[in-house]
Structure formats: C-alpha cells, structure tokens
C-alpha cells in the first residue's frame, strides 16, 4: 500500500493521568515514522500534563479557549497532512489504527471522506465507567449510533465520534471547520455539515481505540443534561432534528408529565401511564441482563438504574435547552418593544 502523510490531532486539558499511554500507542503505529505527524494541542493544562507530553517527539501547541473544537481546529490549521485523524488524551490506539484506516481510505469511493472504528471500553476501568459504557453499546443506549454501538460488520454512518476519526483535510477547510460556539458535541455538527454536502462516512471494525470510561453517577448526570442540551443547540442551529431518537426523552418526560397531570381529574391516564413505565422498565431490565453478559458481572445490573437516569437527565437537558431558547425570545421582544 502507498503511505500519504497523516497528521495525528490530539486535543487534551488535564491528562496528566492517561496521556503518556495514549502518546507511546500513537508513537509505536505500525505506520512509517516519517509519513505522520503527532499534533498535541494542550488546553492550557493547570496539571503536568504539558510536561508529560514535552518527553515525546510531537508537535505541541496551545488552545488559549481552551475547548475542543478550537483545539482541534488549531490542529487542523497547523498539520501537514492531507488527512488529519483525530483520537483524544484519555484514549490508547491499536497499532494498526492509521494503517487500516488509509488502506480503506484508498480503496472507498471518492465522496467517502471520514473513515473510523470502535470506541471500546478497558476492561481496568472502575465498574460504574464500565458499566456506563456497555450500557451505551446498547439500542436502549445509543439508539444504534456509531459513537457507542462498536458493531463488527463494516457499514455507512451518519456520522463518527472524533476519539476515532480520519478526515479528508480539504473537507474540513470546506464547510468551515468546528463550530467553536460547541463546547459539547463539536464532531456531530461538523459531520452534519459534512453531510449535507452529499459526503459520506465510513465505520470499520478493525480500526479499534480504548477509551477510557471514568466518573460517577453525579459527573454522569451532569454530562448527559448537556448532551442533551447540545442535541438541542445542533437541532436550533440546523432547523431539524439531527437524530430520530434525540427528542424521544424529551417527548416522554412531557407526555408522562401531562397524564400525571390529567390523572387528577381522569382515572384512565394514569393506567396508561402504569402501563407505559411497566414496559420502559421491562426494556430497561432486559438491557441490563444484556450488559451484565456482555461484562460478565453480576455489576452489569447497575445499567438498570443508570440507564434511566441516562434518558432523564439527557432529556431534561434538552427541554432547558429550548425552554430558555423561548424565554431569551420572549425577554427579547418585551425588550423590543
């Protein structure tokens, strides 16, 4: 196969824990030492981390926004490579990554220009990440999206997380770069985008990257509410929904909220409520036993509690998101007047 130059984009802040081992895998690809690039852009890290990464061969550069769409859009704006390949400081690559992913790149259609894989899980992580994650790998999950669902067959995607993507750099430069104005969810507006323009996005199996799964319930909670709340600004900016399954949360908070609501007055809603909760958790049980195989833990039930809080927080996130969208108009047109 031929070897084009690729630039590495890594965009970190306070890594100091994981960064050397995502930088020895990005250092020992099986991949021709003098046809890629390792650009590490530091978010102005108030830990070691700058001096961790100033031990390695590599390209550092400073974010002075300090967030990962300027990170990366400065990592874009200084590599050589006409591919630029993405994965994050928390993450460890496979040492056939970058190999596998140019090899598909040069045998894909022209109009692919996004190629990626798996965002798996270590299995050393503490019990809640990992049950977060393999809670995410589900359809109850994810909604079978290519961010978490790691299938085994090689398909087209509406888009790919960027701890593990490959872009064509002329792309990127041609609808705009990230959007800066994202702090959450800065890679599924530009795939979006990307998109649109009739461009398409490959998934492949064997591109493999670890990444790590950390937090607890409360950190968790926190960034589900602004995921959701991301979901909702992409949906605002582009003036559709960008996902079939993102509003759904949001629906059945509402829905649930309104038969509560009515059961006062009418005893019927309030069965079809029993009825509809008695199914959702039926679900949620039968995903737990799914992660509970998949982790081969009796700790793989905790999905029946975290999925849940998953849908309710991202959901919740997502109402506030437009709630505050008609206040702000609201406050804006007495303003006005």
Not at 33 to 56: A, C, F, P, W
Not at 251 to 276: E, K, N, R
């Amino acid at each position: 196969m031929e070897y084009p130059f690729v630039s590495v984009i890594v965009g970190i802040r306070n890594e100091e824990i994981f960064i050397e081992e995502c930088i020895e895998s990005l250092v020992r690809l099986d991949y021709p030492s003098d046809h890629y690039e390792i650009i590490i852009v530091d978010g102005m890290s108030s830990d070691k981390t700058r001096d961790l990464v100033q031990k390695y061969p590599v390209k550092l550069l400073l974010n002075n926004k300090k967030n990962v769409a300027a990170a990366r859009n400065l990592g874009v704006e200084n590599a050589i490579g006409d591919l630029v390949a993405f994965t994050d400081g928390d993450c460890k690559v496979d040492s056939q990554w970058l190999k596998i992913l140019v090899c598909e790149m040069q045998n894909a259609p022209y109009d692919v220009v996004c190629f990626g894989g798996p965002n798996l899980i270590f299995e050393t992580d503490p019990v809640f990440g990992r049950v977060v994650g393999y809670s995410q790998e589900t359809f109850l999950g994810s909604g079978g999206s290519a961010q978490s669902k790691n299938s085994t067959k090689k398909h087209y995607v509406s888009s790919l997380p960027n701890c593990n993507a490959m872009y064509k750099k002329s792309v990127i430069q041609e609808v705009g770069y990230f959007d800066e104005r994202f702090l959450i969810g800065q890679d599924g507006d530009l795939n979006y985008r990307i998109g649109k323009q009739g461009h398409k996005f490959l998934y492949v199996p064997e591109a493999q990257v670890l990444h790590h799964r950390r937090g607890t319930l409360y950190s968790f909670s926190v960034r589900m509410f602004k995921y959701g709340m991301w979901m909702a600004e992409l949906s605002k900016k582009h003036g559709e929904f960008i996902r079939w399954y993102a509003f759904l949360p949001s629906i059945a908070i509402v829905f649930s909220v309104a038969l509560l609501i009515s059961s006062v007055i009418y005893y019927t809603p309030m069965l079809f409520l029993h009825a509809l909760i008695a199914i959702y958790f039926v679900l949620v049980f039968v995903t737990s036993i799914q992660v509970t195989c998949k982790m081969r833990s009796k700790y793989g039930l905790f999905a029946f509690f975290v999925i849940p809080v998953q849908h309710v927080t991202y959901g919740l996130g997502f109402l506030y998101s437009f709630a505050n969208s008609l206040y702000l108009a609201k406050f804006k047109s007495r303003s006005d007047i």
